[in-house]
């Protein structure tokens, strides 16, 4: 047989035709939809000259602000609180004697990622009217911000586990066979090599948080509008190429925050 | 080779090591004593599972044994966690902080002993000068090489002036120029720093050539303590012969043990000397070893006869496989001279000659 690292993929039969095929499927409406935030018609189909005006108006906009604030204060806490649990959850599950029910544990941290967002998001409906109804409790802001750190916990726990199950263990040897307590072996070698893993599952947590749409939109109460909920509303009526802007400038930042997080991550691991 | 005995910087005491539970269990230390002198240079040695890298763990605290203490100087260190004990590691990965630099790794235990920041800078530049790695103090431990990550790692384990210095297998992964460099280097350091050395090794060669004293290890027991010259020249069993250099076993009848020396008669019918460990009497049959550099391969008849099989060229000897007349295997090893063959020939008929002090009596 042929040593596989002599296969060429660009040779083989179909490869290039499928590849543009999927890039296209996948890059192509999101093309369309930037390229159409700068039209300057008021349809977001039919062309009409190049115009930075949507972008103004967006940004001027005072729903789109509110609920830009709305999205970075629950991403922001939900992304905190998640990547904070998971890291501890992560360390519990990899740096300790291995303990009863632990296999347990590592599928219920993961379980969400199985149920279908929907089934999660009637539950939490219902799980919040119960308790708003039982005992009065209603936290705001705080039920949208609790319902995106649950959901956000597997995303953080998962490359940040991985990072400590690749960590040389041998390291936390030598730091304490170095006179370092196990928390100064933490402080000083187990944490700071794990940043690039918590920096990529905050990451992760983050853009699942900010984009959410199934759940948020069912827990959302008045005055909770979050940016997906706002796009959402906005195509219901006519729409301009507003949306589109908006849209982008989502997306832009989607963009940016992964590819910082992902610098800083592949810096630090050097 | 004289001893000096000296205080016992670790002392061993009937320690066990038992993994697993009910059917699954595995002693890999079985009830294993050895007392370690003060500035001594001692090694461990042993085929990968005999539990030497187990032992090794247990005094640098990283497990617990399941039985028995470990004194370090008198005190019993068996319980108490690994920093908590003044004793260093080197290790076989190195394990270098790779988010820290050369000098920040070597000053990394005084750190957590909590001495002043000049001290340490002090003593990390003394450190670097001894293993001469002044000019890549501020280097990160991933950009320098092999050679130089293990002189590090051997840094960073002397910087706390540790009571014993422990290393496992820490020449296993340079090449052979370089290991013969370190092994003169790690000679050097011992020396100079006066610290115990306990070196955990399967290479016997490494071990000969650079332990005072040697403890050949094998599935969770100690088999033989003794200088290198102990162990290969009076092995007391067969497997601390076998493991270490070339040796040839005879079965032979044993008569007239007196003063460490016993009448061995060969299938040959030659009766020739051997020593007997001290304190143990050898039945009537025993195994007794001869090394093939002590036995003499001679054209005339000798304390053996056989036919040369095969001759092996290895620049500095040559090896003559002869098949005895008993149908046993023999190894002579014979010193090359620069013009001469060896003066032999395959199938020849040969006698092997054995010395008078060239024989050991095997406990086994």
Redesign the interface.
């Known amino acids: 047989m042929a040593d596989p690292r002599n296969i060429d993929i660009k040779d083989q039969p179909g490869f290039r035709s499928i590849a543009i095929i999927c890039l296209c499927v996948l890059y192509v409406p999101v093309l369309i939809l930037m390229i159409f935030s700068l039209n300057s018609g008021s349809l977001v189909t039919q062309w009409e000259g190049l115009t930075l005006g949507w972008y103004g108006s967006a940004l001027l906009n005072e729903e789109f602000h509110s609920a830009a604030k709305n999205t970075m204060i629950i991403s922001v806490t939900a992304t905190i609180i998640s990547t904070t649990t998971a890291t501890l959850a992560a360390i519990g599950m990899t740096r300790v004697k291995p303990w009863r029910g632990l296999s347990t544990a590592f599928m219920i941290i993961n379980l969400p990622l199985m149920v279908p967002e929907i089934i999660t998001a009637v539950a939490t409906l219902s799980f919040f009217a119960l308790i708003a109804g039982m005992f009065g409790l209603n936290f705001g802001i705080g039920n949208l911000i609790l319902a995106h750190t649950v959901f956000c916990i597997p995303f953080a726990y998962m490359p940040i586990r991985a990072r400590l199950e690749d960590m040389?263990l041998?390291?936390e040897?030598?730091?304490?066979?170095?006179?370092?307590?196990?928390w100064?072996?933490f402080k000083?070698?187990t944490l700071?090599?794990l940043v690039p893993g918590i920096m990529s599952g905050a990451a992760l947590a983050f853009i699942v948080s900010f984009d959410d749409f199934t759940i948020t939109q069912l827990v959302a109460g008045p005055g909770q509008t979050t940016l997906p909920l706002y796009i959402w509303n906005q195509i219901r009526r006519p729409m301009t190429p507003e949306i589109n802007a908006i849209s982008t400038i989502l997306l832009l930042v989607s963009i940016l925050f992964v590819s910082v997080s992902f610098l800083i991550a592949r810096r630090?691991a050097? | 080779m004289p001893d000096k005995p000296g205080r016992n910087a670790i002392e061993v005491v009937d320690v066990s090591k038992i993994f697993g539970s009910g059917e699954g269990q595995v002693a890999a230390l079985d009830t294993v004593s050895v007392s370690i002198r003060e500035n001594e240079f001692f090694t461990l040695l042993g085929p990968s599972g005999c539990g030497k890298t187990t032992l090794l763990r247990l005094i640098a605290g990283f497990d617990f044994p399941t039985a028995g203490e470990i004194l370090l100087y008198g005190q019993d260190i068996a319980p108490l966690p690994p920093f908590k004990r003044p004793v260093n590691t080197v290790f076989q990965s190195y394990a270098l902080f790779p988010h820290m630099t050369v000098a920040d790794n070597i000053g990394f235990g005084l750190e957590m002993l909590g001495k002043p920041k000049a001290q340490i800078k002090v003593r990390v530049a003394e450190m670097l000068k001894l293993v001469k790695m002044e000019a890549l103090a501020g280097r990160r431990t991933s950009q320098i090489s092999g050679g130089q990550q293990q002189r590090v790692a051997l840094a960073r384990a002397l910087a706390p002036q540790p009571k014993v210095l422990l290393l496992d297998e820490p020449l296993s992964a340079l090449d052979y120029k370089l290991r013969k460099e370190m092994q003169i280097e790690l000679k050097r350091l011992q020396h100079e720093t006066g610290i115990t050395f306990i070196f955990v090794t399967h290479d016997q060669e490494e071990a000969l050539t650079m332990s005072d004293r040697i403890a050949v290890m094998s599935s969770g027991k100690i088999l033989q303590v003794g200088s290198p010259w102990d162990i290969y020249d009076k092995p007391a069993e067969r497997f601390v012969a076998d493991f270490i250099g070339e040796t040839n076993f005879l079965t032979a009848a044993i008569a007239g043990v007196s003063d460490g020396k016993a009448q061995a008669t060969l299938k040959s019918g030659a009766t020739i000397n051997a020593t007997v460990a001290e304190g143990f009497q050898p039945k009537d049959k025993a195994t007794i070893v001869v090394r093939p550099e002590h036995a003499k391969l001679t054209a005339a008849k000798g304390d053996l006869s056989g036919t040369v099989e095969n001759i092996v060229y290895f620049g500095t000897d040559t090896h003559i496989q002869v098949r005895l007349d008993s149908g046993e295997a023999f190894t002579v090893r014979q010193q090359n001279t620069r013009s001469a063959g060896c003066g032999f020939e395959q199938g020849e008929k040969v006698g092997i000659a054995i010395g008078n002090d060239a024989a050991q009596v095997l406990r086994d």
């Open positions: 040389d041998t390291l040897y030598a730091a304490a066979d170095l006179y370092a307590t196990p100064n072996a000083r070698v700071p090599l630090r050097n």
